[in-house]
């Protein structure tokens, strides 16, 4: 149980174009998503924390704009990034609660690889 | 502010017995995770732990004592495939999830 499925797992586009990347729980309900970013060799870094039906909060420093954020339904979870650029490239893994309390874990997706050249 | 802290890289010999702390301090606690993350992979639920004690589930164990502010994961008969990093993290009175930057774990034959 508690599957998380993200994709597309690696994405490689140009410079200025806009991935948008979809976090589905597929054997639960979810009113919260997480988004992380992860550089290599460094620790997850939280971006933004995704509530179902209301608008994400993000951390500081990252700009709500260019990290698109919709979480319609109790199972998905979407992230733009708009007009991605080279420093965008980065490991992004979501994750998912299920709703059965505030202290249940977090599960992961498999995590999209995005290069921008 | 809140703060975790875990070893950057530890070592071990595969058969043997490891265990990687981690001490935190952050307003308030409802529960402490740790996760396993392989090079190039999401990170994986391992355990959870929110009483003082004990938990075993097969070779893994994971300790908490909250006076103390410390856990630690014990990991036994390790295997090669145990190579990986493992994360501690702790769950604030918000319910915010606070990262350890991860233990890097090196198995040699």
């Known amino acids: 149980g508690a599957v998380v499925s993200q994709h597309p797992s690696w994405v490689i586009c140009k410079s200025g174009t806009s991935v948008k990347i979809e976090c589905r729980s597929l054997?639960?309900?979810?009113?919260?998503m997480f988004w992380y970013r992860q550089f290599p060799k460094q620790s997850l870094m939280l971006m933004a924390t995704?509530?179902?039906?209301?608008?994400?909060?993000?951390e500081q420093g990252v700009e709500k704009d260019k990290f698109l954020i919709n979480h319609a339904s109790l199972t998905l979870s979407t992230l733009t990034v708009t007009s991605a650029h080279p420093e965008d490239s980065s490991f992004y893994i979501c994750?998912?609660?299920?709703?059965?309390?505030?202290?249940?874990?977090?599960?992961f997706g498999d995590g999209t690889r995005l290069s921008i050249l | 502010g809140q703060n975790i802290d875990q070893p950057t890289e530890m070592t071990a010999t595969e058969g043997a017995i490891v265990q990687i702390n981690c001490t935190y301090q952050?307003?308030?606690?409802?529960?402490l995770f740790w996760y396993q993350q392989h090079a190039g992979e999401a990170p994986t639920f391992l355990s959870y732990?929110?009483l003082d004690g004990l938990e075993e589930k097969g070779r893994f164990s994971s300790f908490l004592s909250r006076s103390k502010g410390y856990s630690y994961l014990l990991l036994k008969e390790l295997q090669m495939k145990d190579s990986a990093s493992y994360l501690c993290?702790?769950?604030?009175?918000?319910?915010?999830?606070?990262w350890g930057a991860g233990t890097k774990l090196i198995i040699k034959p």
């Open positions: 994750s998912a609660k299920d709703v059965g309390g505030d202290n249940q874990p977090q599960h």
């Open positions: 054997d639960f309900q979810a009113t919260t």
């Open positions: 995704s509530n179902e039906g209301s608008k994400a909060t993000y």
């Open positions: 952050t307003s308030g606690f409802n529960g």
């Open positions: 732990n929110v």
């Open positions: 993290a702790v769950m604030d009175s918000n319910y915010q999830l606070i």
